[in-house]
């Protein structure tokens, strides 16, 4: 090794022993062994101050940056992400010279990168030939070295606020990594997609989850729970029916299959079954959205028993003419509720009313398991079964400007779509959405080696885990039998008396929660004015340790609230998660600040929020005393 040489490598490995929390924890040791990982490189002189180097393993060999000016190759990449003001996050795949990272951190000040270097041996290599020193201590870059990125960037991004992610790829990289690097760049964006659903379906619905259980006060007491089915038909097949475009073709077959296996239904696929005659003995609701209660509408009969989620509209509830069974809740006020005729089940719920059915399929004990119409894709530009709901919804808005092939092309393009295959080797489109679920029943499916499961959807992508059947070949194999649904589902409601006084009781405690919610308001009303007071002073450099104790008494006081701060809570979380991903400041906002920014909007919103509970109690109170008197 030369001076020059050693001098540089010296530089780059200070930096990165300074700066271990922007490294792997083993990134020494794996430096020092990385001869294992077979690269050899060469460096490659340009006329100027710039350098490329050629990168060799088993024969093949690429050139890593442009062999004629890799500067100009890096502002080109990089220009698309920063020239994004809504990207916050860039990541680089195939780190290389640093010429990229450099590029980015150079035009932008607000914007952090993820560097990914997939070998050792090159970074080895690297750190002797470039000095990189700047960026390896440069601590909006997080570094992640080697071949097991996926988990520990997935972790990385889970905990950190994102508007919106770019990824560039080093063209040189792409040689000896391409499925590796398109794998993970696929990965990382399902992920962040999945990451923003959830914070978005929190988000949108915060409060319609609230308003819903107060609308279904009437029942949600007095029902029992989904657990009344749980081990009760141990080794009876069930067949989980989804809304997807394929369940036309096995939809007719049904009917028999009634005499073989327990049916479980989605919400979405009730009113195709109702058309072919078919009586399911459970369907499943989870969503709170009003156009849910459509679904529901003249397409089911009191044979069928619902398994819910306490949210869910409440006309669905009002108007459903079998038996209702609930699952356990994780919002306060639905707990709180269901409390007084005890532990209503878990079901293991993945986003999409499907992974509520075949979960409820599982906690009955049946084996085996046929999925049907979970298609996971768009086949034919197809987004359900005819005859569904949404089907009927896209027909009912075209017109001669705006087809049904039209608000379909637009519908599926309004989310990310990327090509898929499906079993029959058919080119289909899945979006994030679809990747999501998809992946979440593979895990399902992996975690459950005591139940055969079969996808008889017939169309729409395959499932690891799952073997792909006909429902037609399925049904031979099966034998009739009794399935005794109507003895399992019987008497679902507390008697009379019961109900009488658990009304009495709902009434009392939710007089006293109010008390609190009450109390809160008042606390965050005072917490607010401070605040105003607060950010003069931290502009000003006054003496302000007398106002953050003031606000530190407040918010204890606010935390001694154990009964009113899971209900406020539940209904702030777009606040909670505007200031979580750092929506609530801009980049000219002074750090000093950020904690007063903060602690005012939170105020703000525990005081609507407050204002939202008290009147849901109320209501929840008015409707109460009604049936009581």
């Given at each position: 090794m030369s001076s020059a040489s050693a001098g540089i490598r010296g530089k780059n490995m200070d930096a990165i022993r300074a700066h271990r929390e922007?490294?792997?924890l083993d990134v020494e040791t794996r430096i020092a062994e990385a001869a294992a990982d077979g690269f050899s490189c060469t460096p490659i002189a340009i006329k100027g101050a710039a350098m490329s180097f050629k990168a060799s393993r088993d024969g093949a060999s690429a050139i890593m940056h442009s062999q004629y000016d890799p500067i100009k190759e890096a502002k080109t990449l990089a220009e698309e992400a920063v020239n994004d003001p809504d990207a916050d996050l860039v990541v680089v795949l195939g780190f290389g010279a640093g010429y990229i990272v450099r590029e980015i951190l150079t035009a932008r000040d607000n914007i952090d990168v993820i560097a990914v270097e997939p070998s050792y041996g090159i970074l080895n290599f690297l750190i002797d030939t470039f000095d990189m020193h700047d960026l390896f201590s440069d601590e909006r870059v997080m570094y992640f070295i080697g071949g097991s990125d996926r988990n520990d960037i997935e972790n990385y991004l889970s905990l950190r606020s994102t508007r919106k992610v770019r990824i560039i790829t080093s063209r040189g990289y792409w040689k000896f990594f391409s499925k590796d690097l398109g794998d993970l760049s696929q990965a990382i964006l399902n992920f962040v997609d999945a990451k923003s659903i959830n914070i978005n379906t929190m988000i949108r619905f915060d409060r319609l989850w609230a308003y819903n259980i107060i609308?279904?006060?009437?029942?949600?007491?007095?029902?029992?729970?989904?657990?009344?089915?749980?081990?009760?038909?141990?080794?009876?097949?069930a067949v989980v029916v989804s809304a997807g475009p394929s369940l036309e073709r096995n939809i007719g077959?049904?009917?028999?299959?009634?005499?073989?296996?327990?049916?479980?239904?989605?919400?979405?696929?009730?009113?195709p079954l109702r058309e072919h005659g078919i009586t399911p003995h459970i369907a499943v609701a989870i969503d709170p959205q009003g156009k849910n209660a459509k679904y529901f509408r003249n397409a089911v009969s009191s044979g069928t028993a619902l398994v819910s989620e306490s949210s869910i509209h409440n006309e669905i509830m009002r108007n459903y003419p079998g038996p209702i069974f609930l699952a356990a809740s994780p919002f306060p006020l639905a707990q709180y509720l269901m409390g007084f005729l005890g532990d209503r089940g878990e079901l293991t719920v993945g986003g999409s009313v499907s992974t509520a059915a075949i979960d409820i399929a599982c906690r009955t004990g049946a084996n085996p398991v046929i999925m049907?119409?979970?298609?996971?894709?768009?086949?034919?530009?197809?987004?359900h079964v005819k005859g569904s709901y949404h089907e009927?919804?896209?027909?009912?808005?075209?017109?001669?400007?705006?087809?049904?092939?039209?608000?379909?092309?637009?519908?599926?393009?309004?989310?990310r779509v990327t090509p898929a295959r499906n079993i029959h080797g058919e080119r289909v489109y899945v979006d994030a959405r679809f990747t999501m679920y998809r992946e979440w029943f593979e895990k399902y499916a992996a975690a459950k080696p005591g139940v055969k499961f079969y996808n008889a959807t017939e169309g729409g992508v395959a499932l690891n885990g799952m073997e792909?059947?006909?429902?037609?070949?399925?049904?031979?194999?099966?034998?009739?039998?009794?399935?005794?649904?109507?003895?399992?589902?019987?008497?679902?409601?507390?008697?009379?008396?019961?109900?009488a006084a658990i009304r009495r009781e709902i009434i009392d405690g939710f007089s006293a929660i109010r008390k609190?919610?009450?109390?809160?308001?008042?606390?965050?009303?005072?917490?607010?004015?401070?605040?105003?007071?607060?950010?003069?002073?931290?502009?000003?450099k006054h003496n302000v340790a007398g106002m953050v104790r003031s606000l530190n008494t407040i918010d204890e006081r606010i935390g001694e609230l154990h009964e009113a701060k899971p209900f406020v809570s539940v209904t702030m979380q777009r606040v909670i998660n505007y200031i979580k991903e750092g929506y609530a400041f801009d980049e000219h906002t002074?750090?000093?600040?950020?904690?007063?920014?903060?602690?005012?909007?939170?105020?703000?919103?525990?005081?609507r929020s407050a204002e939202y509970n008290d009147d849901l109690i109320e209501m929840g109170i008015r409707k109460l005393s009604k049936a009581t008197v």
């Amino acid at each position: 090794m030369s001076s020059a040489s050693a001098g540089i490598r010296g530089k780059n490995m200070d930096a990165i022993r300074a700066h271990r929390e922007l490294f792997p924890l083993d990134v020494e040791t794996r430096i020092a062994e990385a001869a294992a990982d077979g690269f050899s490189c060469t460096p490659i002189a340009i006329k100027g101050a710039a350098m490329s180097f050629k990168a060799s393993r088993d024969g093949a060999s690429a050139i890593m940056h442009s062999q004629y000016d890799p500067i100009k190759e890096a502002k080109t990449l990089a220009e698309e992400a920063v020239n994004d003001p809504d990207a916050d996050l860039v990541v680089v795949l195939g780190f290389g010279a640093g010429y990229i990272v450099r590029e980015i951190l150079t035009a932008r000040d607000n914007i952090d990168v993820i560097a990914v270097e997939p070998s050792y041996g090159i970074l080895n290599f690297l750190i002797d030939t470039f000095d990189m020193h700047d960026l390896f201590s440069d601590e909006r870059v997080m570094y992640f070295i080697g071949g097991s990125d996926r988990n520990d960037i997935e972790n990385y991004l889970s905990l950190r606020s994102t508007r919106k992610v770019r990824i560039i790829t080093s063209r040189g990289y792409w040689k000896f990594f391409s499925k590796d690097l398109g794998d993970l760049s696929q990965a990382i964006l399902n992920f962040v997609d999945a990451k923003s659903i959830n914070i978005n379906t929190m988000i949108r619905f915060d409060r319609l989850w609230a308003y819903n259980i107060i609308c279904n006060i009437d029942v949600i007491p007095f029902v029992h729970g989904v657990n009344r089915f749980f081990d009760r038909f141990a080794g009876v097949p069930a067949v989980v029916v989804s809304a997807g475009p394929s369940l036309e073709r096995n939809i007719g077959l049904l009917g028999e299959m009634k005499k073989k296996a327990l049916i479980i239904a989605v919400d979405t696929a009730l009113k195709p079954l109702r058309e072919h005659g078919i009586t399911p003995h459970i369907a499943v609701a989870i969503d709170p959205q009003g156009k849910n209660a459509k679904y529901f509408r003249n397409a089911v009969s009191s044979g069928t028993a619902l398994v819910s989620e306490s949210s869910i509209h409440n006309e669905i509830m009002r108007n459903y003419p079998g038996p209702i069974f609930l699952a356990a809740s994780p919002f306060p006020l639905a707990q709180y509720l269901m409390g007084f005729l005890g532990d209503r089940g878990e079901l293991t719920v993945g986003g999409s009313v499907s992974t509520a059915a075949i979960d409820i399929a599982c906690r009955t004990g049946a084996n085996p398991v046929i999925m049907l119409g979970l298609d996971l894709s768009f086949p034919e530009l197809a987004t359900h079964v005819k005859g569904s709901y949404h089907e009927e919804d896209f027909h009912t808005q075209v017109t001669k400007l705006d087809t049904y092939d039209g608000r379909i092309y637009k519908y599926i393009l309004s989310g990310r779509v990327t090509p898929a295959r499906n079993i029959h080797g058919e080119r289909v489109y899945v979006d994030a959405r679809f990747t999501m679920y998809r992946e979440w029943f593979e895990k399902y499916a992996a975690a459950k080696p005591g139940v055969k499961f079969y996808n008889a959807t017939e169309g729409g992508v395959a499932l690891n885990g799952m073997e792909n059947i006909t429902l037609a070949s399925l049904a031979k194999t099966l034998p009739d039998r009794d399935i005794d649904f109507e003895t399992v589902s019987a008497n679902a409601r507390a008697d009379t008396a019961t109900e009488a006084a658990i009304r009495r009781e709902i009434i009392d405690g939710f007089s006293a929660i109010r008390k609190e919610i009450r109390t809160m308001r008042r606390l965050a009303e005072d917490g607010l004015s401070i605040t105003d007071k607060l950010e003069h002073g931290v502009r000003h450099k006054h003496n302000v340790a007398g106002m953050v104790r003031s606000l530190n008494t407040i918010d204890e006081r606010i935390g001694e609230l154990h009964e009113a701060k899971p209900f406020v809570s539940v209904t702030m979380q777009r606040v909670i998660n505007y200031i979580k991903e750092g929506y609530a400041f801009d980049e000219h906002t002074p750090e000093e600040l950020r904690p007063v920014i903060a602690s005012r909007e939170l105020y703000k919103e525990i005081i609507r929020s407050a204002e939202y509970n008290d009147d849901l109690i109320e209501m929840g109170i008015r409707k109460l005393s009604k049936a009581t008197v």
